[in-house]
């Protein structure tokens, strides 16, 4: 059974970058049979994707935010994670990492992790 | 930029009845990639359906998927306790804005 699992911290203070992982169960990111993405959502509003990364390191960021987002991947690890830099308060969400299939849909999700961005 | 509109907002429905959602993109898009999602409060969204009409692992047979082009549907057969949520519509890499089915 595939899970994914996300960590990082909670509380970003604005201006600063937001760093996530998420660690992977059940499958390895090196087998190369699948992308892993990141998706947020603020609280009471809809899914944002914010881009996705392939075990080669080979990244796909949502243009909307292309400018702040780094990904990264530690196949060693079975890892992959989320750079956010000059965040505000419009970056508070949830944020989930999932796998994603070639033909573009998600599945697993991870359980999300929350993070504040408050001075 | 392919913008996904789901309709209605919100469907007022009771258990037992049949849940009909609509997912209709800004422009023809491939059945392969359209997928759909249930997600309930303080959960993460869950794969119900991909390529348009095809249940993901687990799913029950009461909810299927049809459409092409630009329209798509989300039917729910028989509405049990547990399908009262909020669902989307995704095409990579946008999503719908979601429809929440609850209880009437």
């Known amino acids: 059974q595939v899970q994914l699992q996300e960590s990082g911290p909670g509380l970003v203070k604005p201006s600063q970058t937001l760093s996530l992982t998420c660690t992977v169960s059940?499958?390895?990111?090196?087998?190369?049979?699948?992308?892993w993405s990141w998706i947020r959502q603020p609280a009471g509003k809809g899914l944002e994707w914010i881009g996705r990364?392939?075990?080669?390191?080979?990244?796909t960021y949502n243009p909307s935010l292309r400018s702040r987002v780094t990904m990264s991947v530690d196949t060693s690890k079975n890892q992959f994670s989320l750079k956010l830099s000059s965040v505000t308060a419009a970056d508070t969400a949830m944020f989930y990492c999932?796998?994603?299939?070639?033909?573009?849909?998600?599945?697993?999700w991870g359980q999300g992790t929350l993070v504040t961005v408050s001075s | 930029e392919i913008v996904l509109t789901q309709s209605p907002g919100t469907l007022s429905l009771s258990p037992g009845e049949r849940a009909t959602l609509s997912c209709r993109a800004s422009?023809?898009?491939?059945?392969?990639?359209l997928a759909w999602y249930q997600q309930k409060p303080g959960q993460a969204p869950r794969l119900l359906i991909y390529?348009?009409?095809s249940r993901a692992i687990g799913i029950p047979d009461r909810f299927s998927g049809s459409g092409a082009g630009t329209d798509f549907t989300l039917t729910i057969s028989r509405l049990e306790p547990e399908d009262f949520a909020v669902y989307y519509c995704?095409?990579?890499?946008?999503f719908g804005q979601g429809t929440k089915v609850e209880i009437k």
């Open positions: 999932a796998r994603e299939g070639f033909s573009g849909w998600f599945d697993p």
């Open positions: 059940g499958d390895s990111i090196s087998s190369g049979n699948s992308y």
């Open positions: 990364i392939y075990f080669s390191g080979s990244t």
């Open positions: 422009e023809s898009v491939t059945s392969n990639f």
């Open positions: 390529g348009a009409s």
């Open positions: 995704q095409h990579p890499w946008t």
